[in-house]
């Protein structure tokens, strides 16, 4: 059974800095692009920064761009968001993701859609 396992959120101020952690097991996603989305209350789930299998390619939603970083570690078959700078409007549950396609083009990255794996999500709050 494929698990992905969010672990890092919190509570931060603003300005402060948080890394979140997402391990998968059950399979390994060393060949896949992974990616992570957030929902604030009573908005869609929106996306946040996804990388490629070697995570030499990321992308980022305007945003969070230039606060955010992704990367990850196929050896332990994690995959990290560095996230600084923070502000109360990145507050919502951050949510990883995996694709079982090897390849994913273009603006596709962004659509959640796009990924059958999800975690269960960890809260990010951030206070003024």
């Known amino acids: 059974q494929v698990q992905l396992v969010e672990s890092g959120g919190g509570l931060v101020q603003a300005g402060g800095s948080l890394r979140l952690s997402c391990a998968a097991s059950?399979?390994?996603?060393?060949?896949?692009?992974m990616g992570w989305f957030r929902q604030a209350p009573g908005k869609e789930r929106e996306f946040v920064s996804a990388?490629?299998?070697?995570?030499?390619?990321?992308y980022y939603g305007d945003s969070v761009k230039d606060r955010f970083t992704i990367s990850r570690d196929n050896a332990r078959n994690t995959v990290y968001l560095q996230m600084n700078s923070l502000r109360p409007e990145d507050t919502a549950v951050y949510f990883c993701?995996?694709?079982?396609?090897?390849?994913?083009?273009?603006?596709?990255?962004?659509?959640?859609?796009?990924?059958?794996?999800w975690g269960q999500g960890t809260q990010v709050t951030v206070s003024k």
């Open positions: 993701a995996a694709t079982q396609s090897r390849w994913v083009i273009g603006k596709a990255y962004s659509n959640k859609d796009t990924y059958e794996y």
């Open positions: 990388t490629g299998w070697s995570g030499g390619m990321t």
């Open positions: 059950g399979r390994t996603f060393s060949s896949n692009p």
